[in-house]
């Protein structure tokens, strides 16, 4: 049978994209900057499926034994929903709502008064500096910690000894509600463990996302038969209705192997997966040294992975956006996405840069032979 494996690693930009500079990311270039501070880089797999034809990477050959290119963005935002969201088909054409400077008292309020929690932060801010800042405090006056970042977030930390997980993701699912009205992209539980000075996030986290406006690949699939399986965030991005099955992930190798799992001894025609790692744990803390030993990971993986892969099967890589560690700031950077597209028989064709994530949907469509219902166009006859 007929396989498709959408594998996106979040954070994975290969340049500028064309609006960079309406985004205050002129010069970014994920990918190729991680290789400028840090190389050469040594990712075979990677250099052979043609990342470093796409953009120019230290210690990658401009070489291709897939179909490969790059895609630029038309939704409007940089966030890994909208970018999740357009490699689906859906275009997001009013961006979520961004509060750098904390969110309004009003929300905040209704989100206590309803909880019986308090809120302490509320403010722009890295993750685990605001964690460092305030987690004692958290710990001895019970109160949350809740923090933004240059994306539309509503991020709420707490130690797993002040509020269990299940507690913490009650507390999101209500202030889910109450975000709805501001048109917050996400919520996201981040639980933490240690003590102070060595806090330590956990892959408990989870993203509480608005349900897509309108038809997805996800949707687009299931409505024709075709079974769906959701790996990483998928779920919190997409919600569950349209995904046969769904599964939580602790890092990028616990998302390889399932992936791996699946191509081996799986059913489902169509597995959407997210990889996490580069963007929360390196990109965000602009750590290239630790990216690059994210992409080591991946790449000895996708070694094994395409090596697996059935004759029939299809295997399509891209990313979200980009996330610069290098760029001086700890947001995400607007910036073309990879596009590799491999099957057992590739050809080895240089797509150049497409406009719009889009694409992806329409090729998945014509490969499955449903109607493409999406604002893309298909390169499946140049896989």
């Not at 539309?152 to 797993?160: G, L």
Request: negative net charge.
């Amino acid at each position: 049978m007929k396989r498709c494996f959408l594998l996106i690693i979040d954070s994975l930009g290969v340049g500028e994209a064309p609006d960079a500079k309406e985004y205050g990311d002129e010069g970014t270039n994920t990918l190729g900057n991680v290789g400028k501070a840090v190389g050469p880089l040594n990712l075979p797999t990677m250099e052979k499926l043609g990342f470093g034809k796409i953009t120019e990477v230290n210690g990658l050959k401009r070489i291709n034994e897939s179909t490969v290119g790059r895609l630029s963005e038309i939704s409007v935002g940089n966030d890994s929903t909208t970018g999740h969201w357009e490699l689906a088909g859906l275009i997001t054409e009013t961006d979520f709502q961004i509060y750098e400077n904390g969110f309004p008292e009003e929300l905040i309020s209704k989100i206590e008064n309803e909880t019986n929690y308090k809120f302490i932060g509320n403010r722009h801010a890295s993750g685990t500096q605001i964690i460092e800042e305030l987690g004692e405090k958290h710990l001895n006056s019970g109160e949350i910690i809740l923090y933004t970042s240059g994306d539309s977030v509503f991020q709420i930390a707490a130690h797993e000894d002040v509020l269990s997980i299940e507690e913490l993701y009650e507390l999101c699912e209500v202030s889910r509600k109450h975000c709805n009205s501001y048109n917050i992209g996400r919520v996201i539980a981040r639980p933490f463990k240690g003590k102070a000075g060595s806090f330590e996030r956990t892959y408990d986290r989870k993203d509480y996302g608005i349900e897509p406006p309108g038809e997805t690949i996800l949707s687009h699939l299931s409505k024709n038969n075709f079974t769906t399986y959701g790996i990483g965030k998928i779920m919190d991005l997409f919600g569950t209705e349209y995904l046969s099955s769904f599964v939580h992930t602790e890092g990028d190798s616990d998302g390889l192997e399932r992936l791996k799992k699946e191509i081996n001894s799986g059913n489902h025609d169509f597995t959407f997966v997210n990889l996490v790692d580069l963007d929360m744990v390196y990109g965000h803390r602009e750590d290239p040294e630790g990216y690059y030993k994210g992409l080591q990971l991946i790449d000895k993986q996708l070694g094994i992975i395409i090596n697996e892969l059935k004759d029939d099967d299809l295997l399509i890589i891209s990313g979200d956006h980009g996330t610069d560690p290098t760029d001086g700031k700890t947001d995400h950077s607007r910036e073309y996405v990879p596009l590799i597209a491999f099957k057992k028989e590739s050809q080895k064709v240089y797509l150049g840069d497409l406009h719009g994530f889009t694409n992806v949907a329409s090729t998945i469509s014509e490969y499955f032979g449903i109607e493409n219902v999406f604002p893309g166009t298909s390169f499946l006859n140049q896989i």
